[in-house]
Nanobody
Framework: QGRLVESGGGSVQAGGSLRLSCVDSVGIYSVCMGWFRQAPGQEREGVALIYYASGYTEYADSVTGRFTISQDNAKNTMYLEMSALKPEDTAMYYC??????????????????WGQGTQVTVSP
């Protein structure tokens, strides 16, 4: 088992909700953490980002207003609350941690630690 462990994925109907969790076994010392997703045959997409110290967040346009990223430092856990889910949200979701983030975070290139992924499937 790696440093980051995701949970909470599953199958829901369109319009439903899910909450993903990501536990950092070392403790959330990373500057920033993010959620990414990858659907079969598609490139990895940065979904949401949170800065550890400030709580500042950013989102992909495709999920703004529907997804919320948050963290519970006492539990070393990051969350992704997903609502109004659409079939196009179907993907493997990964959490990741980085020591440095900039406006290229959506590529995932700066993230050194990754979870194993949790599958989210949204049916029409």
């Amino acid at each position: 088992q790696g440093r980051l462990v995701e949970s909470g994925g599953g199958s829901v109907q369109a319009g439903g909700s899910l909450r993903l969790s990501c536990v950092d076994s070392v403790g959330i010392y990373s500057v920033c953490m993010g959620w990414f997703r990858q659907a079969p045959g598609q490139e990895r997409e940065g979904v949401a980002l949170i800065y550890y110290a400030s709580g500042y967040t950013e989102y992909a346009d495709s999920v703004t207003g529907r997804f919320t990223i948050s963290q519970d430092n006492a539990k070393n856990t990051m969350y992704l609350e997903m609502s109004a889910l659409k079939p196009e949200d179907t993907a493997m979701y990964y959490c990741a941690a980085a020591a440095f983030c900039d406006n290229t975070w959506r590529t995932g290139a700066n993230f050194a630690y990754w979870g194993q992924g949790t599958q989210v499937t949204v049916s029409p």
